[in-house]
């Protein structure tokens, strides 16, 4: 009873802050924990990313300061003071490539696999795959094989005599992450873990139905798009293009001959994506255009974002079939991000993959909630990851269990 009620003592008082690095916006929630197993929104911010430029810090007093006006605007929100924050980033910041490792269990004979040498085998991997100047954030397994003869997603408790893996590394520049935690330490708080908000976001939304049936994940940002793609349980495509809601608003900016700030202003007010390239609107909107109002056929609108729409579509489309999967997706796809909100782009990804398409999760009382996914995904994993190292729920019987299995393990490496 005691226990229960530290924990639960323990539980009320966690919180956890999401923090998405974006190359247009910085975007944070606090999230309060509500029980073991749940996560309670408390507040999201989202403020201009400056002092951050072609995936690099180049004014460190600047971005640090847009950090701390996002970061401080929680507090002040929620009235919660926190110190660390779970980075999540993506984009051009991360590179994805795949590497293996062999690694000899025995001269002679065979012994049977532990986790252990699952572990090594999966470090070497890692070391062979990344680059000195490089940090790896995950490695995502494709399958082991033991003596070139058997395949297997999990290899404990198979005789051999050696072990290979296949896996998918996601790196990092060093000195980029290096000044990145730098900036949010002088606006006053502690990175505590970085994640790459492609696999949170995964991990939050997708079920394991979905990534057993097959899905596609797409995240539409500002500058970039992202899509991941997973099958059997595993991620078997990453692949990511320069390009975003950002190019829409550049589009029609070009065409109606507007500032980009307009641009934006009548994209999330007007924009819509029509259900067919043929369709037509000639409803009129008035724009404001130098000192007089001047109306605008909203078909005219639709028309300058139809290029983006189909070259979002064809990325989505490519990247299905470079994964080898495009036919065995069945629980079709997945869209987050802040240009995923664009009326009707869902609808018309739909028609034209013939697959089904859904907005990412949705959250009570926040109406953008998809441009927040990342921030609340990392969040989520920061949680995730605490709870794993701080509490293990397995029962007694449970301890007795894997020190039998551990003496067991001892017993097959040595003897």
């Not at 779970?86 to 991360?94: A, K, P, T």
């Not at 790196?171 to 000044?179: A, G, H, M, Q």
């Not at 049936?213 to 793609?229: C, H, P």
């Not at 609808?347 to 993959?353: K, Q, Y």
Request: with cysteine; aromatic share 8%.
């Amino acid at each position: 009873m005691r226990m229960k009620r530290f924990i639960g003592q323990f539980f009320s008082e966690r919180h956890f802050c999401g923090l998405d690095i974006g190359s247009e916006k910085i975007k944070a929630c606090l999230s309060r924990v509500q029980d073991k197993d749940n996560l309670e929104l408390l507040a999201v911010y989202e403020s201009g990313t400056r002092g951050f430029k072609e995936t690099s810090v180049n004014d460190i007093s600047e971005f640090s300061s847009a950090i701390g006006l996002t970061l401080d605007a929680l507090v002040k929100k929620t009235q919660v003071r926190f110190h660390d924050v779970y980075l999540g980033i993506g984009g051009d910041l991360v590179e994805t490539r795949k590497s293996r490792a062999v690694i000899p269990l025995v001269e002679r004979g065979n012994k049977l696999i532990t986790v252990h040498d699952v572990n090594e085998a999966r470090h070497q991997a890692r070391l062979l795959g990344a680059r000195l100047d490089e940090e790896v954030l995950h490695d995502f397994v494709q399958q082991f094989k033991v003596d070139d003869v058997n395949i297997a997603l999990n290899p404990v408790g198979l005789y051999g005599r050696k072990l290979e893996v296949e896996v998918v590394l996601v790196v990092s520049n060093v000195t980029r992450l290096r000044n990145i935690g730098k900036a949010v330490k002088q606006a006053g708080f502690d990175v505590n873990n970085v994640f790459f908000n492609g696999y949170v976001l995964a991990e939050s939304l997708l079920d394991r139905r979905q990534r057993t049936e097959g899905v596609i994940l797409v995240d539409l940002g500002a500058r970039t798009t992202q899509v991941l793609i997973f099958k059997e349980g595993l991620l078997k495509h990453y692949v990511r293009d320069s390009f975003g809601g950002e190019s829409m608003t550049s589009r029609i900016a070009e065409t109606l001959g507007i500032p980009l700030e307009l641009a934006e202003d009548i994209k999330k007010s007007y924009a819509r994506v029509a259900e067919n390239k043929l369709a037509t609107n000639n409803e009129e909107i008035l724009i404001k255009k130098e000192q007089a109002f001047v109306p605008v056929k909203r078909a005219l609108l639709n028309q300058a974002i139809e290029s983006e729409v189909d070259r979002l579509i064809s990325f989505i489309s490519l990247a299905a079939e470079a994964s080898g999967f495009k036919d065995q997706l069945k629980s079709g796809v997945v869209m987050v991000g802040g240009g995923a909100l664009l009326p009707g782009l869902l609808e018309r990804v739909e028609v034209s993959l013939a697959m089904p398409v859904i907005l990412g999760r949705s959250i009570s009382g926040l109406n953008n909630a998809a441009t927040f996914c990342a921030a609340t995904s990392v969040a989520e994993s920061g949680y995730k990851g605490t709870m794993r190292y701080v509490f293990d729920t397995r029962k007694p019987k449970d301890w007795i269990e894997h020190f039998r299995q551990k003496a067991e393990e001892l017993c097959n490496e040595y003897f």
